[in-house]
């Protein structure tokens, strides 16, 4: 954890120096790495589970990304912090395509069909065993 801006460099030498085994990064930092220089440089040798969430991740990135991981896998995750941390995640090693995975055990999902046909947007709502009550009043 650092409280210094955010940049491909600063990420990579993080990593070799420390040999970070997990990492969580968002799809725009990924994508920032992708797109710079440095990694054709870097070496995440060290790097057992790369996890991306917050928001989509295209292909050509989470294949990027997976090429440069020896020993490791990029992990897409969904799922909120406030309500309990990750509702799915895609397989270790799962060959990248638009997924999030499968909804983990004890998880119920539903896409409302109620409230897409007055605002024209698709809506998924899920529950936890446990969650912040606020959630579910």
């Given at each position: 954890?650092?409280?210094?801006k955010f940049s491909p460099l600063l990420f990579t030498h993080l990593v070799e120096k420390?040999?970070?085994?997990?990492?969580?990064?968002?799809?725009?930092?990924?994508?920032?790495?992708?797109?710079?220089?440095?990694?054709?440089?870097?070496?995440?040798?060290?790097?057992?589970?790369?996890?991306?969430?917050?928001?989509?991740?295209?292909?050509?990135?989470?294949?990027?990304?997976?090429?440069?991981?020896?020993?490791?896998?990029?992990?897409?995750?969904?799922?909120?912090?406030?309500?309990?941390?990750?509702?799915s995640v895609t397989a270790p090693f799962q060959k990248a395509s638009n997924?999030?995975?499968?909804?983990?055990?004890?998880?119920?999902?539903?896409?409302?069909?109620?409230?897409?046909?007055?605002?024209?947007?698709?809506?998924?709502?899920?529950?936890?065993?446990?969650?912040?009550?606020?959630?579910?009043?």
């Amino acid at each position: 954890i650092t409280k210094r801006k955010f940049s491909p460099l600063l990420f990579t030498h993080l990593v070799e120096k420390y040999k970070v085994n997990v990492t969580l990064t968002s799809p725009y930092q990924l994508a920032m790495i992708v797109q710079s220089q440095v990694l054709n440089l870097a070496d995440y040798s060290s790097v057992r589970m790369w996890l991306v969430g917050g928001g989509y991740l295209a292909q050509h990135l989470r294949e990027t990304i997976q090429d440069h991981l020896l020993y490791g896998t990029l992990m897409v995750t969904y799922g909120l912090t406030e309500i309990g941390g990750v509702l799915s995640v895609t397989a270790p090693f799962q060959k990248a395509s638009n997924s999030v995975g499968k909804i983990g055990p004890n998880l119920k999902m539903k896409v409302c069909d109620q409230i897409m046909k007055v605002l024209k947007e698709k809506f998924i709502f899920y529950r936890l065993l446990m969650m912040m009550e606020i959630y579910w009043e």
